[in-house]
């Protein structure tokens, strides 16, 4: 798998503190992620599979989850895709943008367990893998 490294890049505002490092390639090491975006990942692989879910699930606040899941987009990590309207007005909510982990989202999740292995633990998959 040839990684290349698209950007790093953190934001710092009065309020928060984000940081993210796109997919890296360092002498042959796979690829590396913030602990937040590394969290994001864990969170959709267990099924939390749309913002509010994922803010609910990993504590972070929209203001970091939003930006994270579109950079995790740009680099091919998740795929997102909205509802239909008909689903969101049978629930009378807002329609809501879902999100998969890719095949080299998962291969980067596995990897980052190496990296973060408490990871699993802050977002354990059995929870919704039997669901």
Not at 22 to 33: F, H, N, R, T, Y
Not at 77 to 88: M, N, V
Not at 99 to 123: E, M, N
Request: positive net charge.
């Amino acid at each position: 798998m040839d990684y290349t490294l698209p950007y790093v890049a953190f934001y710092l505002n009065t309020c928060q503190v984000e940081f993210y490092i796109g997919i890296m390639a360092a002498m042959g090491a796979e690829p590396k992620l913030s602990h937040t975006a590394a969290m994001i990942l864990q969170a959709i692989h267990c099924g939390c599979v749309y913002g509010y879910n994922l803010m609910e699930t990993t504590g972070l606040p929209s203001g970091t989850v939003y930006p994270a899941l579109r950079r995790l987009e740009q680099d091919g990590l998740i795929r997102s895709q909205w509802e239909k309207q008909s689903i969101a007005d049978a629930g009378q909510r807002p329609p809501r943008k879902y999100h998969k982990l890719t095949p080299v989202g998962k291969a980067t999740l596995q990897a980052s367990h190496k990296r973060y292995p408490l990871l699993a633990k802050l977002v354990p998959a059995s929870e919704v893998e039997s669901a």
